[in-house]
């Protein structure tokens, strides 16, 4: 699940897509299936939509501590900033998100709540839950189908014209490798006959690597663990229920910002993320009472990971290595955002809402302390690409049309296609991507 956030990325990002040989992903391309996916609340203008099957909203009753980040970050000569999806995104402001905004307002538009639940009745579509693609079937160079398991019986699903693998960046990659398709040099050790070679597969893993500081606080009118929590809990429960506003429908993360860590830089290369809670590892750990966070990440990593295979087994997890902070440049500039981060946090209109600083991190003086914490606390945001890039170089694994190389009959439209991250947060983009590999197909 994401966390709900509308983010496209920076301009730059597409034209240095189509710059790498990715003809026809450049800004100027993208930005029209953008805007058809897009139902935004705003209404239609040159940057968005407002028929699409994808709702974005305005944040629901953001708490006054996000607006608190806001004001912080301008302390430090951050403009403000009212939209992050113009293809310029520098600043600071709150964040829209995927939700409905007509009579189920508040609810979260996923990519399922946008475009599959609402054709169920289509009698061209079979929906299998709990279903596990297990590989690809073949004649000869052409793809034909899937193999998966559903209930525990093996099954295999013809296609027609194509077969679209949009499993995603850790799973698609290990559907190929079991299929056959992938470097020799990653099958062999498994036994497996190579049926096509593709180096690429599996390469090029990026991922935003996560780092947070975090406040506890005294003030309540937040997300928290406590018995005043509890009673406010219920009664925004309550008026959710009834209206669709309240703060039940908060994604914890309502203020943002995508900042420079040098004034040479042409494009923001950090981005933030403000929750009204104390979020540490993803929630899994809890800390009673309430707070504030602020998460960090390097925009555009430089390190590269795999995706490669465990066992021979379609059920097994693949084995995953990101590699974070495996390239010297980015730890550098995971620091200045630390610091960055740090200062906006102890700026004059957050200092009625920090209590104490949690991590240890106000007594992060060197680089070195610096790079203790990164190390110790970091994680993934959950955004990993880039494992079956699209390009033309010899490491591409899908061309500019999605097809894959040296087979007939098989796309890839997920957001292992990306050849490099973009500047934000991975689910519109990956939307994007399906809008426009829906145009190829169709004109195929």
């Given at each position: 699940l994401n966390a709900m956030l509308y983010v496209?990325?920076?301009?730059?990002?597409?034209?240095?897509?189509?710059?790498?040989?990715?003809?026809?992903?450049?800004?100027?391309?993208?930005?029209?299936?953008?805007?058809?996916?897009?139902?935004?609340?705003?209404?239609?203008?040159?940057?968005?939509?407002?028929?699409?099957?994808?709702?974005?909203?305005?944040?629901?009753?953001?708490?006054?501590?996000?607006?608190?980040?806001?004001?912080?970050?301008?302390?430090?000569?951050?403009?403000?900033?009212q939209d992050f999806n113009t293809g310029e995104n520098e600043g600071c402001?709150?964040?829209?998100?995927?939700?409905?905004h007509d009579e189920r307002n508040g609810e979260r538009c996923s990519a399922a709540a946008a475009y599959l639940f609402p054709v169920m009745d289509r009698p061209n579509l079979t929906v299998f839950t709990y279903a596990d693609c297990t590989g690809l079937t073949f004649e000869g160079a052409r793809v034909t189908g899937v193999k998966f398991r559903h209930k525990g019986q093996e099954q295999i699903a013809l296609a027609g014209r194509e077969v679209l693998l949009c499993a995603g960046a850790l799973k698609t990659p290990q559907i190929l490798q079991l299929s056959g398709i992938g470097d020799p040099e990653d099958l062999k050790p498994h036994?497996?006959?190579?049926?096509?070679?593709?180096?690429?597969?599996?390469?090029?893993?990026?991922?935003?690597?996560?780092f947070s500081l975090a406040y506890k606080s005294r003030d309540t009118d937040c997300a928290g663990l406590g018995f005043i929590g509890a009673l406010r809990l219920v009664r925004h429960l309550w008026r959710w229920r009834k209206n669709g506003v309240s703060m039940a429908a908060s994604t914890f993360v309502e203020s943002g910002a995508f900042l420079k860590t040098s004034p040479d830089l042409d494009r923001p290369d950090i981005q933030l993320h403000f929750a009204i809670a104390v979020i540490e590892n993803h929630a899994r750990t809890l800390h009673y009472g309430y707070g504030f966070s602020c998460h960090v990440c390097k925009l555009r990593p430089d390190s590269r990971g795999t995706v490669t295979l465990a066992s021979t087994d379609p059920l097994a997890t693949p084995a995953i290595d990101p590699a974070f902070l495996s390239d010297p440049r980015d730890l550098?500039?995971?620091?200045?955002?630390?610091?960055?981060?740090?200062?906006?946090?102890?700026?004059?209109?957050?200092?009625?809402?920090?209590?104490?600083?949690?991590?240890?991190t106000e007594k992060a003086r060197t680089d070195a302390d610096w790079e203790e914490h990164i190390r110790a606390r970091s994680d993934t945001i959950y955004h990993p690409v880039g494992t079956?890039?699209?390009?033309?170089?010899?490491?591409?694994?899908?061309?500019?049309?999605?097809?894959?190389?040296?087979?007939?009959?098989?796309?890839?439209?997920?957001?292992?296609?990306?050849?490099?991250?973009?500047?934000?947060?991975?689910?519109?983009?990956?939307?994007?991507?399906?809008?426009?590999?829906?145009d190829m197909i169709k004109a195929a």
């Open positions: 496209r990325g920076d301009r730059q990002d597409y034209d240095t897509w189509a710059a790498e040989g990715c003809h026809g992903w450049d800004w100027d391309s993208v930005l029209p299936y953008f805007r058809r996916a897009e139902n935004n609340e705003r209404g239609e203008d040159a940057y968005h939509g407002s028929s699409g099957p994808l709702h974005v909203s305005e944040p629901q009753e953001p708490r006054p501590m996000a607006h608190a980040f806001v004001e912080a970050a301008k302390c430090l000569q951050v403009r403000e900033r402001g709150l964040y829209q998100v995927t939700q409905f036994g497996l006959e190579v049926r096509h070679a593709l180096p690429g597969v599996g390469k090029n893993l990026q991922d935003h690597l996560d550098e500039t995971m620091i200045k955002g630390a610091r960055i981060t740090r200062d906006i946090l102890e700026a004059e209109p957050l200092a009625k809402y920090r209590h104490r600083e949690l991590f240890g079956c890039k699209m390009g033309t170089d010899p490491m591409a694994v899908v061309d500019p049309a999605l097809r894959v190389y040296g087979l007939k009959g098989l796309r890839v439209v997920d957001a292992s296609i990306m050849p490099n991250l973009i500047s934000g947060n991975t689910n519109a983009p990956t939307i994007m991507i399906a809008e426009k590999a829906a």
